[in-house]
């Protein structure tokens, strides 16, 4: 009996490698890595909230305009940028954007960054060929390193602002250093946008406005007309090129 129980144990053993295996070569992750993130309390389904991320795989997401998907890998139960620590590539690299659109929402994401590293959060997103990246069309919520940033910037385009707009409040602004996690939340609600970290709201601004489109059309976006001017669209998660970790991203879309 005692040699039955050890053949059986081992194949037992034998099987979850090799589902593991499977599970790698699918480009997933082993659920049991990822027990204590990405996933919705009762509460969270009761008030309609929908989770974006499975923590195993790229399923609800693609890439923008169907661009090459090898900058994106799955890491510590996140979705991961693959790029290099102190670099910020080219605007144009692959984001991964949601097969869903949203109109009125409230979206929360979890997300660490590597030293000197530049990424985003964008929204409102139109995908279409005409467009060769996410941010010609929607608003970026700001992820930066600011402290380690090898470049002068400017207040507009630091974490937590609505980039090349609005400005985080930095009076009351809370980045945690980097290889911790930051949790970023952004309220959609007609023309009312709300930019939040962790815990604390340090950017609120009325879209489409005389003087939004006044603030727009003086700055960089006056070179695309279309930035910012959808009511419907997809969200994004940048690929600048650099590491970028992303996890616990969930959406509760809000009535009209």
Not at 77 to 94: A, F, H, M, Q, V
Not at 240 to 255: D, E, T
Request: with cysteine; net charge neutral.
């Amino acid at each position: 009996m005692k040699t039955r129980t050890w053949v059986l144990l081992m194949a037992c053993a034998a099987g979850v490698a090799i589902t593991g295996l499977q599970a790698e070569l699918r480009g997933e992750q082993p659920e049991a890595n990822c027990a204590n993130v990405n996933l919705l309390s009762p509460a969270e389904q009761s008030a309609g909230w929908l989770l974006l991320f499975d923590g195993k795989s790229t399923a609800g997401w693609h890439v923008y305009n169907k661009q090459d998907t090898k900058s994106w890998a799955i890491d510590e139960c996140s979705l991961k940028t693959t790029g290099t620590e102190n670099n910020y590539g080219s605007d144009k690299r692959p984001d991964l954007v949601t097969d869903r659109e949203f109109t009125n929402f409230e979206l929360v994401v979890d997300w660490k960054g590597s030293k000197g590293g530049n990424s985003g959060i964008i929204y409102g997103i139109v995908e279409d060929p005409k467009y060769e990246a996410p941010w010609m069309t929607g608003p970026e919520y700001q992820l930066l390193d600011d402290a380690g940033f090898q470049k002068k910037v400017e207040p507009y385009q630091k974490a937590g602002s609505n980039y090349g707009m609005q400005p985080p409040n930095e009076a009351i602004k809370i980045l945690k250093p980097i290889g911790e996690w930051n949790t970023t939340r952004i309220v959609v609600k007609g023309t009312h946008v709300e930019h939040w970290l962790n815990g604390r709201k340090i950017v609120e601004f009325e879209r489409w406005t005389p003087e939004w489109k006044a603030e727009r059309d003086a700055g960089k976006w006056k070179e695309y007309p279309d930035y910012g001017m959808a009511k419907t669209g997809r969200i994004a998660l940048q690929d600048h090129g650099s590491v970028f970790w992303f996890r616990n991203v969930k959406i509760r879309p809000l009535a009209d």
